[in-house]
């Protein structure tokens, strides 16, 4: 509920917010109602090709003795839980792979969990069966986040948009005018590289699923606490000894983000003229962060080398814009344990927390870290990567020393979990959802096109297609946020299965890869829109008589709102 956060989208949106909560709540609904006795397996393997360190310069930092430890300057290893019942059949399939879902950039405005959604709707179909439609099988698939903070899964680097030279935003910067600086995946465009980064992760993920994997059996525990962060005094870590420095302490500091947080990554670059590694403040942009909120003379040696661009730990108006308390806790299932952080670490700050619950936990054979958990506080990079400040660094939020409070908080925590002593629960977050305001607009009405009525097909497709072809369709609509539609859809492939019957089946929804659907407002004063769907017929696709179905509902102009539906006519695959 962090103002920062809401910001880009025009605040709080509720509609979204209780979509949120609503599918939260009916997940564990069912999965209540589906008890039964399982185990719990765990298996990993390597994947290679499927992410690159987009902060090279920055994991260069970290000492070369610690670097020499590792072959990779990003983890490459997939960790994964499998849920079995006693006859061993497969129910559920937690996975977590170092790698941000930055497939689809920047220009996107799809609603889309980009590559590790691909990558589960995969394995769910895999495992349900390819005619299962998405959300709707029994056996249920993630693909987790990880220590992710500087892993692209754009594996091509970053060139200059229009020369196609390499760059880096930093050193090596684009030279012609506007010419951006960023980053693409393996494939032709977005759509193909988020394909091509799912499949990979889909098919590490059966390879394990199909190796015995190691039994977890013994304690079933967790440990949690809310921490303050700025008010955290810890002993420093050094990344070479393994150990604390208990000769001095260090502090965290007011949340302020960096001038290089506004530059943006090579996954998707930000505006102006702001770059990577900026370490020196500018007059007019400080002008305006005061404007906001001025930071003060401890602030400023306290993020140091960051210069502050936003002193979001000041910023009161409308509310508060970044935490200042997180939640921290981990979990143990026998001798796997799981550090949930509140943040995406990079991967040398993840890979020092996992070494460092394993040194305070003999137990612990195995350790993930499972990202971006609970309460989310940007970035944590390692004190050495801090100092090069680029935008992991520069939205480390707490200062230099952020990932030295993690480690001691952490340590702290698996010591009570190993034990089984009770902490201290930490200060409550502070409940904003009084002062939360929004700028998106209410939907005021629809209305359909003069002789139209919604749910009426403006563009019918071709009588006849083949694999590979995509189907297009145009329709009267009324506003997606009219209903949120949970367990249904705005939009569906249907096949005849009995003309005789006039018995149509859903054969794929708007959630599926090969479907995409896409609204336009078309007049805000009349209240007119239209919904384009596309279905990209698979290979494999039986021939038959298929049609498209789209669902929505229209806000009559006097109150209410009602339901319609329209389809297509009927088109042959063959």
């Known amino acids: 509920m962090d103002f920062l956060f809401?910001?880009?989208?025009?605040?709080?949106?509720?509609?979204?917010?209780?979509?949120?909560?609503?599918?939260?709540?009916?997940?564990?609904?069912?999965?209540?109602?589906?008890?039964?006795?399982?185990?719990?397996?765990?298996?990993?393997t390597e994947i290679l090709d499927a992410n690159i360190n987009r902060s090279p310069t920055s994991y260069l930092r970290n000492p070369p003795e610690e670097r020499a430890k590792y072959k990779y300057d990003v983890d490459k290893t997939l960790s994964q839980i499998r849920f079995v019942t006693p006859s061993d059949k497969v129910i559920g399939v937690v996975n977590w792979f170092a790698v941000h879902p930055t497939s689809m950039n920047n220009t996107n405005r799809l609603v889309s969990s980009d590559n590790v959604g691909y990558a589960s709707l995969l394995m769910e179909k895999a495992l349900n069966g390819a005619s299962t439609l998405p959300?709707?099988?029994?056996?249920?698939?993630?693909?987790?986040?990880?220590?992710?903070?500087?892993?692209?899964?754009?594996?091509?680097?970053?060139?200059?948009?229009?020369?196609?030279?390499?760059?880096?935003?930093?050193?090596?910067?684009?030279?012609?005018?506007?010419?951006?600086?960023?980053?693409?995946?393996?494939?032709?465009?977005?759509?193909?590289?988020?394909?091509?980064?799912?499949?990979?992760?889909f098919e590490a993920g059966m390879q394990v699923l199909n190796q015995p994997g190691e039994d977890l059996t013994g304690p079933l525990s967790i440990v949690q606490q809310y921490v303050k962060m700025p008010e955290q005094e810890v002993y420093p870590f050094d990344p070479v000894t393994e150990a604390f420095n208990t000769s001095v302490k260090v502090s965290g500091c007011l949340p302020a983000m960096g001038y290089s947080f506004a530059a943006g990554t090579t996954d998707g670059p930000g505006a102006f003229d702001f770059k990577q590694g900026t370490k020196t403040s500018n007059p007019l942009w400080n002008a305006v962060r005061d404007f906001i909120a001025e930071p003060t003379d401890e602030d400023i040696k306290c993020q140091a080398p960051k210069p502050i661009?936003?002193?979001?730990?000041?910023?009161?108006?409308?509310?508060?814009?970044?935490?200042?308390?997180?939640?921290?806790?981990?979990?143990r299932i026998g001798g796997l344990f799981i550090a949930a952080v509140p943040g995406e670490f990079t991967t040398m700050s993840g890979r020092r927390l996992r070494n460092i619950i394993r040194k305070?936990?003999?137990?612990?054979?195995?350790?993930?870290?499972?990202?971006?958990?609970?309460?989310?506080?940007?970035?944590?990079?390692?004190?050495?990567?801090?100092?090069?400040?680029?935008?992991?660094?520069?939205?480390?939020?707490?200062?230099?020393?952020?990932?030295?409070?993690?480690?001691?908080?952490?340590?702290?925590?698996?010591?009570?979990?190993?034990?089984?002593?009770?902490?201290?629960?930490?200060?409550?977050?502070?409940d904003l959802s009084t002062q939360l305001i929004t700028l998106v607009p209410p939907v005021l009405w629809d209305s359909a096109p003069?002789?139209?009525?919604?749910?009426?097909?403006?563009?019918?497709?071709?009588?006849?297609?083949?694999?590979?072809?995509?189907?297009?369709a145009s329709f009267v609509s009324g506003h997606p946020r009219n209903s949120i539609r949970h367990g249904r859809w705005y939009a569906t492939v249907e096949r005849l299965e009995s003309e005789e019957d006039d018995a149509w089946t859903v054969i794929a929804t708007d959630a599926d890869w090969e479907t995409k659907y896409i609204w336009h407002r078309d007049s805000k004063f009349l209240g007119t829109s239209h919904a384009e769907i596309e279905w990209e017929i698979p290979v494999g696709t039986p021939a038959g008589t298929y049609r498209i179905h789209h669902y929505g509902n229209y806000k009559y102009v006097l109150g209410g709102i009602y339901p319609y539906h329209g389809f297509t006519d009927s088109f042959e695959v063959t």
């Open 450 to 472: 003069w002789g139209k009525e919604f749910g009426d097909c403006l563009l019918q497709p071709q009588r006849q297609y083949s694999y590979g072809d995509v189907v297009t």
């Open 135 to 201: 959300g709707k099988g029994t056996i249920v698939c993630a693909f987790a986040s990880t220590n992710l903070g500087d892993v692209s899964p754009n594996t091509r680097g970053p060139r200059c948009e229009f020369s196609g030279k390499r760059c880096d935003q930093e050193r090596l910067l684009c030279k012609l005018p506007k010419e951006r600086c960023f980053a693409s995946g393996p494939g032709r465009d977005m759509f193909e590289s988020t394909k091509i980064i799912a499949n990979k992760l």
């Open 6 to 44: 809401d910001l880009p989208i025009l605040g709080f949106v509720r509609e979204t917010y209780s979509a949120y909560i609503f599918g939260i709540y009916k997940s564990i609904v069912i999965a209540h109602s589906r008890l039964a006795p399982a185990r719990m397996l765990y298996g990993e």
């Open 309 to 331: 661009l936003l002193a979001t730990g000041r910023a009161k108006f409308p509310y508060e814009w970044q935490p200042k308390v997180v939640s921290c806790s981990v979990a």
């Open 360 to 430: 305070t936990a003999p137990e612990a054979r195995k350790v993930v870290l499972a990202g971006l958990s609970n309460i989310y506080s940007d970035y944590i990079a390692s004190p050495e990567e801090y100092q090069a400040q680029r935008y992991e660094a520069a939205s480390t939020i707490y200062g230099p020393h952020t990932l030295d409070i993690y480690l001691n908080k952490y340590v702290e925590l698996t010591e009570a979990l190993v034990s089984g002593t009770s902490l201290d629960p930490g200060p409550s977050p502070p």
